[in-house]
C-alpha cells in the first residue's frame, strides 16, 4: 500500500473548494440574462382543475410568460415516465398513469405542480404567481395506503389504486412450512415514510440557445445521462445530441435526486418560449412536497421455526404506496430491490413475498438511501430478533444458528450471494460493544431508574446494480454497466471520465487513489471529470452504492487497455519485444534488463510518436471501457446499538452504536467509514424520529424543519465502526459497496434494542419519546392486568 | 417577503412614534418569529422598526432583590450574565435553551415574551417567577401580561423596555424540547419567593403559558417533589399535535414539575 | 385530520332571541374573528372576507358563509371556506344546538375545521390551538353580543 | 431602496438593495460569494450562517439593511488570501468532517464561534449541544465532531475573530 493507493486514508482531493466556500453548486451558476421561475402548485391533495387565470400574473411587473398544462400539451412535451416495467402475478403490466410536468385536468397531490411564472427577478415571480387564480373543485383524497384499494380510484387506468399485484417466490413451499412449524413469529409493520432533505435544496436552470438550438440543463442531479436520455427520448424536449445536461457539484442526493422532475423539463421548456435561461430554485418547504419520499410500506411478515431455531420460512405480503404519480425507479423499490433480500444472511428454503403497489394522493414515492432494503432488512431482522424472544433463544445464537455459510448460496428470491463470512461481522461486533458487559451495564442503568436495551442487526444488501442483462430480465428499461474513459496526456497527467457522480461520495479521490495505485503516480495528477453529458459520454450514474464497485471496475478496466498500449509504446521506445515490457511502480522495464522508461517518457513518446509509424500504432494514449458487472455485490454486517431510556418521559439516548461491516476491498477506510456514519445516522432517523405526516385530508403537516425532526448532531453518539473483508470474486478489485449499509442496518437495530429495553414489540417507527412512553404504559397496564 | 419600509429609532419614542403613524408595522428584535413569516410571505408588515439601535434597552442588572433585564438583551448575554447565575441560575439557564446559539446571538427576551409563542421558554419564567414587565407606558404584572396564545395585555404603540423579576429564593426550569423545533413540547417554571410559590408551564397550553394552582396549593406546605406526588394534571384544554398528545403532555408537566422542585 | 372542538355557553336569553340573532348577518359579521365585510349572497349564503392574526402571521381569507340544516329555533349549521392565498386555504363548521336552560338558553356547538396549503404544511405546531382559539372567539362574542 | 454599507471580509462594500433583501441573498447574489448556502426557509438548518460583528448567525433571518455598519465574516473570509487555511478549515478536511460539502461552510463558521464562545478545549458533549443549530444530512455528526475538537485545539493563539 503506497501513501495514496488502494487502502490508504487519503484526505479528499475535492475538500479544499468546500472548506473554502468555493464549491460550484447549481444555485451558485449563474446564466447571463437568467430569469426566475416560481411554479404555482396545488394546496389540495386532489382536486379538478376547473379553470385557471393567467391573466392577472401576466401583467405584473417583470412577468415574461405564465405556463399551464395546456401550454405543455400543445407544444406536444411528453409526460414523465417510470422505466422499470413490472408485471402483476396475472400478467399484466403495471398501471402508469400519465404524468405531465404541469397538471392537466386535475391536480393529485399537494404540491402538484399547476402553472409556473417565469419573471425578471424571483420576487416579481413569487408576487405574480399569487395573482395567478386556480379554480378548484376538491375531490375526496385518498391518503392511507392501507384503504387506499377500497377508494375510488385517483387515475381511471388503476381500478383500486392498484399499480400492480406482483409477487416472488414460493407460496405452497412457504404456506407448508409455515403449516408445520414449531413456532410462528407473526409482526405487522409500517415501515415510515421518509423525506430524503439533501441539504442542497434542487435547483434547474433551463438554458436554450437560439442560435445552435442546443439545449443546456444545469441540474441538481445523481445521474446527468439518464436525466438527458429521458427527457430526449420520453418528454421529447430536444434530440439527444441537442440536450447537454450539466451536474456540478450536488449538495447530497440520497436518491431523491435520480429521479427525473417536472421542474427540469419545465425550466428547459420555458427556456426555449422566453428565449433565455430559466432558472428554478426549490425553497425547503417546496422540497417537503415535490422531492420524492422514501419507504412507506405496510407490511404483515411471518417467520416460521422449526427444531432447534431453525427458519424454515419467511411470507410476507405488503403495500407500497408510491404516491399520486410513478416515479422514475419507483416501480423496484418495493419489488426487486426489496422482495429479493428478504432471506437476510440466513439459510431459509422457502420465501414467498407479496407486493402490491397503490396510488395515493401524496408526493411520489421512490428510492431513497438503501431503497427497498432497509425495508426488507427491517422486516427479517425484526422476525428474527422477536422470534427469538419469543423461543426463548439468545438472539445472537439464533442468528448464528441459521447463517448461510457456504458460498455461493442461491436464495429462494432469486439473488445467489457470491461471498461472506456473516459470523465473522457479528462475532467482531459482539466484542466491540461489549455484549458479554451488557447485564452489568442495564443494572447499573437500572440502579438510576432507567431501561437499558441492545438490538443487532445483521443485514445484508444487493449493491452495485447490476448486471444488465439480468436487471433487463427483470423489468429495467435502462442497463446498469459503467463507462470510464481514462485520458492520458503528454506530460502523464492523466484524466479519468467516468458516468459516476459525486455528491459527497469523494470520487474525485477514491476514483484517483485507484489510478494512482495502477499507474505510480502522484494523486495530485489525476483528475476525474464527471457530470457533464458534454464531457462524459455515456454513465448511469451514482446511485444504489454502484460507484466503487461498477464504476471503479470501469476505470479498472480501461487501464488495463491504457497499460497494454502504454507497453506497446515503452516496447518500441526501449527496442524490446512487447511481452518483455514489465511495468510497476510507474516505470517500464524490459525484462533482464536495466533497461527503463518512466511513466511520463512513455506518455510523451505515445504523442510525439517518434519512435513508431502509424502503421505499427496509433499515436496517442486514451482508452475507454464499459463495465457490466456480473453479479450483484452483497455487502453484509453486523450492527449493535444499545439504549438507555428514560421511563418517566420516554426519552431514549443511543448509548452504544457499533458497525461491523464486510465491504470487500477498501479503497479508502475514511471515507467508508464517514459513508457507515450517515447511513446510520439516517437510519436512526428514520427509527426515532423522521416522519412524513400526512392528515387525512393529504395535508403534509410534517412538512418543514420546524416538524420533520431531522437528526442532530445531539441525537447521535459517536460511532465505532469497524470491518471484516471477504473480497467480492465478482468485479476485478473485489470491491461490494458501502454508500447504504448504515440505512439498511439502523433501523431493526435501534427498534430491537429499545424493544429490548421496554419489553414489548408493539413499538412503531419512529420511536419517539411520546411513542416509547406510550407503549412503556401499555406494558404496565397489561401487567397490572395481569395481577 | 413582500415590500415594507424600514426604520431604525434610536430611542423609545421614536420607535412609538412610527409604531403610532404606520399602524401596519412590526418592531424587530432578534426576528427569528418574524422573518421567517415574512420570507414564507405569511406575514406583510408595511413597516419594519429595527429596535437593535435604540439606546440603554439592553443589560443585565440586579437592583436590591430584582434583577432587571433590558428588552433587547439577547439570549446569550443573559445565558452569559455573571450576576445573574450568581442570583438566580434558574432564570440564567432559561434563555441557554432557545433554538441554537445563532438564535441566540439575535433573540431578546423582548421579543421572545411580546411574541408570546405557546411554545417560547421565556414566558414561564417571567409567569413562573412573577415578574413585572415595563413598558414605554405602564408596569404590567406577569399574571396580567400573557392574555392567549400570541397574545399579551400590550397596547398597539406600547413597547417593552426592561422586565423586572424578583429574585426567587428557589426556583429551576425544566424544559423537554420539541423534537424538531427545539421549542419546548413542555417546560416548567417553579419558584419560591417567601410565601408565593409559582408554577409555570408552557407548551402544554393551546393558551400559551399557564400556572398550575394545584401544584402551588400543595406546595405550601413544602416545596419539594414529594408534595406533589400524586397530584394529576388534567389533559383537558391541553395541546394534541403530531409529536405530544395532551395526555403525553400532561404527563410531562407532572414530570418535569418533580424535576424542576429537585433541582430548585 | 380535521380538528374537532366544542363548548358551550350559558346566555341570558330566550331561544327565539339567540335563534333570531344567530341568523342576524350583522351579528354574524362582528362575531366572525377579523371579519372585514360579510355580505348577503344568497339565502342564507354570505360572501365573507376576514383577516386572522396568530403571532407574526397575518392571513386575509376570502370565501363564503352558508347556514345549512335550519331547524329554527333549535338550531344549524354555519359553515365557511376561505381562500387565503399564499397562506392556503381553511374551511370550517360549527353544528349550533339550542336548549332552554335555567331560564336562558345553552348554546353548545361542535366545531370541525380543516386547512390547508401553506399554513397547514409550515404551521402544524400551532394550528389546533389558533383553530381551537378562532372557534372560541366567535362563540365568546357571540355570547357578548346576546348579553348586548 | 436605501443604500447599505458594511464590511465583508475586510472589505468596505456598499449598494442599493431593497429593504426586503435578506443579507444572504446580498452575499450571494450582489457579492458573488456563493459560499454561504441556504438549506432552509424556517431558520433551522445553519448552512447560511455567518458572523456579524463577531457573532455567529442566520444570514438568511438577517434583512441586509440590518448589518448597516457591520463587520460580515463569511467563510470566503476565514482564511487570509492566499494564505494558508483556517486551522478549523484544515481540521475538517484532516478529519473528514465533510462529504457533500453543502452544510461545510455553515458548519465551520458555527465551529470558529463555538471556539470564540467557549474556548480551545471542547468536549464531544458541548460540541455536540453547541451544533444544535447546524444540520448535516451526510456525516452523521460524527467526524465533524471529531474536526471541531481538532480544530479548537489548533486555533490557540490565534485571534479571537477569525
Not at chain 1, 413569487?126 to 378548484?136: G, I, L, P, S, T
Not at chain 1, 420555458?270 to 425553497?283: F, L, N, Q
Not at chain 1, 431510556?645 to 479508502?668: K, L, S
Not at chain 3, 342576524?24 to 377579523?34: E, H, N, Q, R, T
Amino acid at each position: 500500500m503506497t501513501a495514496t493507493g488502494i487502502g490508504a486514508a487519503v484526505r479528499r482531493k475535492e475538500d479544499f473548494r468546500f472548506i473554502t466556500g468555493k464549491g460550484q453548486y447549481t444555485d451558485d451558476v449563474t446564466r447571463p440574462g437568467e430569469t426566475r421561475a416560481m411554479f404555482v402548485r396545488s394546496p389540495h391533495a386532489h382536486a379538478k382543475i376547473k379553470s385557471i387565470d393567467t391573466a392577472a400574473a401576466s401583467g405584473m411587473p417583470g412577468v415574461l410568460e405564465v405556463l399551464t398544462g395546456a401550454e405543455l400539451a400543445s407544444d406536444k412535451i411528453g409526460n414523465l415516465i417510470c422505466g422499470w416495467m413490472i408485471n402483476s402475478k396475472d400478467g399484466t403490466p403495471m398501471k402508469m398513469a400519465a404524468h405531465p410536468a404541469l397538471a392537466v385536468g386535475k391536480a393529485c397531490h399537494v404540491g402538484d405542480a399547476v402553472a409556473v411564472v417565469v419573471a425578471e427577478t424571483l420576487a416579481q415571480a413569487k408576487d405574480a404567481a399569487e395573482k395567478v387564480k386556480v379554480d378548484y373543485e376538491v375531490l375526496p383524497a385518498v391518503i392511507d395506503p392501507a384503504k387506499a384499494q377500497s377508494a375510488a380510484a385517483i387515475h381511471e387506468l388503476a381500478p383500486n389504486n392498484t399499480i400492480y399485484q406482483w409477487h416472488l417466490g414460493d407460496a405452497k413451499a412457504a404456506d407448508a412450512a409455515i403449516k408445520s412449524a414449531k413456532h410462528v413469529t407473526r409482526l405487522d409493520i409500517v415501515n415510515n415514510r421518509l423525506v430524503p432533505n439533501a441539504m442542497e435544496p434542487r435547483v434547474a436552470i433551463g438554458d436554450y440557445d437560439t442560435g445552435t438550438q442546443n439545449f443546456t440543463l444545469w441540474n441538481t442531479t445523481q445521474n446527468p445521462h439518464v436525466a438527458r436520455l429521458v427527457i430526449a427520448a420520453f418528454v421529447g424536449m430536444a434530440p439527444e445530441h441537442k440536450l447537454r445536461v450539466i451536474a456540478p457539484d450536488v449538495g447530497g442526493g440520497f436518491g431523491s435526486k435520480i429521479f427525473i422532475y417536472p421542474e427540469e423539463v419545465v425550466c428547459l421548456w420555458a427556456s426555449k418560449r422566453v428565449g433565455r435561461p430559466v432558472k428554478w430554485t426549490c425553497d425547503r418547504s417546496e422540497a417537503f412536497v415535490t422531492d420524492a419520499h422514501g419507504r412507506d410500506h405496510v407490511t404483515h411478515a411471518e417467520m416460521a421455526f422449526g427444531d432447534d431455531g431453525k427458519i424454515t420460512a419467511i411470507k410476507v405480503k405488503t403495500v407500497a404506496n408510491l404516491g399520486a404519480y410513478m416515479s422514475t425507479f419507483s416501480s423496484s423499490v418495493p419489488t426487486y430491490l426489496y422482495a429479493t433480500l428478504l432471506s437476510g444472511q440466513y439459510d431459509i428454503p422457502a420465501i414467498y413475498c407479496e407486493v402490491d403497489a397503490v396510488y395515493t394522493n401524496t408526493v411520489p414515492v421512490d428510492a431513497y438511501r438503501g431503497a427497498g432494503r432497509p425495508e426488507a432488512t427491517f422486516v427479517v431482522e425484526r422476525l428474527v430478533e422477536v422470534g427469538a424472544r419469543e423461543l426463548g433463544i439468545d438472539p445472537a445464537d439464533l442468528r448464528r444458528r441459521n447463517f448461510i455459510k457456504s458460498f455461493p448460496h442461491q436464495t429462494p428470491v432469486i439473488m445467489a450471494y457470491d461471498a461472506g463470512d456473516y459470523n465473522a461481522s457479528l462475532k467482531k461486533a459482539s466484542e466491540i460493544a461489549d455484549v458479554k458487559g451488557f447485564g452489568k451495564r442495564k443494572r447499573d442503568s437500572a440502579r438510576v431508574g432507567k431501561l437499558r436495551g441492545l438490538g443487532y442487526s445483521n443485514y445484508i444488501e444487493a449493491c452495485g446494480i447490476a448486471p444488465s442483462q439480468a436487471v433487463g430480465s427483470l423489468g429495467a428499461g435502462v442497463g446498469l454497466w459503467e463507462s470510464a474513459e481514462v485520458r492520458v496526456n503528454p506530460t502523464g497527467s492523466v484524466e479519468v471520465l467516468t458516468g459516476c457522480h459525486q455528491h459527497g461520495q469523494g470520487h474525485e479521490t477514491t476514483f484517483a487513489q485507484v489510478v494512482a495505485d495502477r499507474l505510480g503516480i502522484p494523486i495530485d495528477n489525476i483528475s476525474i471529470v464527471h457530470g457533464d453529458t458534454d464531457k462524459v459520454q455515456f454513465g448511469m450514474g451514482t446511485y444504489g452504492s454502484r460507484s466503487g464497485a461498477v464504476g471503479i471496475s470501469a476505470i479498472v478496466k480501461a487501464l488495463d487497455k491504457v497499460e497494454a498500449k502504454a507497453k506497446k509504446v515503452a516496447a518500441f521506445m526501449l527496442e524490446a519485444a512487447e511481452g518483455d515490457i514489465e511495468f510497476k511502480d510507474g516505470k517500464f522495464t524490459v525484462a533482464g534488463t536495466d533497461k527503463a522508461a518512466a511513466w511520463g517518457e512513455v506518455t510523451l513518446n505515445a504523442y510525439i510518436a517518434h519512435k513508431f509509424t502509424g502503421a505499427q500504432l496509433e499515436p496517442g494514449l486514451k482508452e475507454g471501457a464499459f463495465y457490466d458487472p456480473t453479479n450483484f455485490t452483497f455487502p453484509a454486517g453486523c450492527h449493535i446499538c444499545e439504549v438507555e431510556i428514560d421511563p418517566e418521559t420516554g426519552h431514549t439516548d443511543i448509548v452504544g452504536w457499533t458497525a461491523v461491516d464486510d465491504f470487500g476491498t477498501v479503497i479508502n477506510p475514511m471515507i467508508v467509514e464517514g459513508q457507515v456514519h450517515g447511513g446510520v445516522a439516517q437510519g436512526v432517523g428514520q427509527a426515532m424520529l423522521e416522519n412524513a405526516v400526512y392528515n387525512s385530508d393529504g395535508q403534509l403537516v410534517s412538512g418543514s424543519f420546524m416538524d420533520y425532526t431531522m437528526p442532530r448532531a445531539d441525537d447521535l453518539p459517536s460511532l465505532k465502526v469497524d470491518m471484516t473483508v471477504t473480497k467480492c470474486p465478482g468485479n476485478p478489485l473485489g470491491i461490494k459497496g458501502c454508500g447504504e449499509a448504515g440505512a439498511i442496518a439502523a433501523p431493526a437495530a435501534v427498534i430491537n434494542a429499545i424493544t429490548d429495553a421496554i419489553g414489548t414489540e408493539d413499538l412503531a417507527m419512529p420511536a419517539t419519546s411520546q411513542a416509547v412512553w406510550a407503549a412503556i404504559r401499555r406494558v404496565a397496564k397489561m401487567q397490572q392486568a395481569a395481577e | 417577503m413582500y415590500a415594507f419600509t424600514y426604520h431604525r429609532p434610536t430611542t423609545v419614542r421614536q420607535a412609538a412614534n412610527l409604531l403610532a403613524k404606520h399602524p401596519e408595522a412590526k418592531l424587530l428584535a432578534g426576528g427569528h418569529s418574524l422573518i421567517p413569516v415574512m420570507k414564507l410571505r405569511l406575514a406583510s408588515p408595511s413597516a419594519i422598526i429595527d429596535m437593535n439601535h435604540v439606546e440603554g434597552m439592553s443589560g443585565v442588572e440586579v437592583k436590591g432583590r430584582s434583577v432587571v433585564i433590558g428588552a433587547m438583551t439577547r439570549h446569550f448575554e443573559v445565558a452569559a450574565s455573571q450576576t445573574l447565575k450568581d442570583v438566580m441560575p434558574a432564570l440564567a439557564g432559561v434563555p441557554g435553551s432557545i433554538g441554537d446559539p445563532h438564535v441566540r446571538h439575535r433573540g431578546t427576551i423582548g421579543g421572545s415574551i411580546a411574541n408570546n409563542d405557546p411554545n417560547a421558554d421565556y414566558p414561564a419564567a417571567v409567569l413562573g417567577l412573577g415578574a413585572t414587565i415595563i413598558t414605554n407606558k405602564r408596569r404590567i404584572l406577569a399574571d396580567d401580561f400573557f392574555t392567549g396564545m400570541f397574545s399579551t395585555a400590550l397596547e398597539p404603540e406600547e413597547i417593552i423596555t426592561k422586565i423586572n423579576f424578583p429574585v426567587a429564593k428557589k426556583s429551576a426550569y425544566q424544559k423537554f424540547k420539541h423534537p424538531a423545533s427545539g421549542f419546548a413540547l413542555v417546560g416548567v417554571f417553579v419558584s419560591k419567593r417567601g410565601s408565593d410559590i409559582r408554577v409555570a408551564v408552557t407548551g402544554a397550553g393551546s393558551n400559551g403559558v399557564f400556572r398550575v394552582p394545584q401544584f402551588e396549593e400543595a406546595l405550601k406546605k413544602r416545596f419539594a417533589p414529594k408534595s406533589i406526588e400524586g397530584i394529576a394534571v388534567s389533559p383537558d384544554g391541553l395541546n394534541t399535535d403530531i409529536h405530544a398528545s395532551a395526555e403525553y403532555r400532561a404527563h410531562l408537566i407532572g414530570v418535569l414539575a418533580k424535576r424542576a422542585l429537585a433541582a430548585a | 385530520m380535521a380538528m374537532t372542538m366544542s363548548g358551550e355557553q350559558q346566555l341570558a336569553a330566550p331561544r327565539e332571541k339567540v335563534w333570531a340573532m344567530l341568523n342576524d348577518p350583522a351579528v354574524l359579521k362582528s362575531c366572525i374573528p377579523g371579519c372585514e365585510t360579510l355580505d348577503v349572497i344568497g339565502e342564507n349564503e354570505f360572501m365573507a372576507v376576514a383577516t386572522n392574526r396568530i403571532g407574526p402571521v397575518k392571513a386575509r381569507f376570502k370565501g363564503k358563509v352558508r347556514l345549512t340544516d335550519l331547524d329554527p329555533p333549535n338550531g344549524y349549521k354555519i359553515s365557511g371556506e376561505g381562500d387565503g392565498g399564499v397562506a392556503g386555504f381553511a374551511k370550517g363548521g360549527a353544528s349550533v344546538n339550542l336548549t332552554d336552560k335555567d331560564g336562558g338558553t345553552l348554546l353548545s356547538y361542535n366545531v370541525e375545521a380543516q386547512i390547508g396549503g401553506k399554513l397547514a404544511q409550515l404551521g402544524q405546531r400551532l394550528v389546533n390551538g389558533a383553530a381551537k382559539k378562532l372557534a372560541d372567539d366567535f362563540f365568546v362574542r357571540f355570547a357578548a353580543a346576546v348579553k348586548g | 431602496m436605501p443604500v447599505v454599507s458594511m464590511t465583508v471580509n475586510g472589505k468596505a462594500v456598499s449598494a442599493d438593495v431593497e429593504t426586503r433583501t435578506l443579507l444572504v441573498q446580498y452575499l450571494r447574489e450582489n457579492l458573488r460569494l456563493t459560499g454561504t448556502h441556504v438549506g432552509c426557509d424556517t431558520s433551522q438548518c445553519g448552512c447560511c450562517v455567518i458572523h456579524l460583528d463577531g457573532k455567529a448567525v442566520k444570514s438568511c433571518t438577517t434583512l441586509a439593511v440590518q448589518a448597516e455598519g457591520c463587520n460580515v465574516l463569511t467563510i470566503e473570509g476565514l482564511a487570509q488570501p492566499d494564505g494558508p487555511l483556517h486551522p478549523m478549515q484544515e481540521a475538517f478536511r484532516e478529519n473528514h468532517g465533510l462529504q457533500c460539502g453543502f452544510c461545510t461552510p455553515g458548519m465551520v463558521m458555527a465551529a470558529v464561534d463555538m471556539v470564540n464562545r467557549k474556548g480551545n478545549e471542547l468536549d464531544e458533549q458541548t460540541i455536540r449541544q453547541e451544533l444544535d443549530g447546524n444540520l448535516c444530512r451526510c456525516t452523521g455528526y460524527h467526524n465533524i465532531v471529531k474536526a471541531i475538537a481538532a480544530g479548537a485545539k489548533a486555533m490557540k493563539g490565534t485571534s479571537p475573530s477569525a
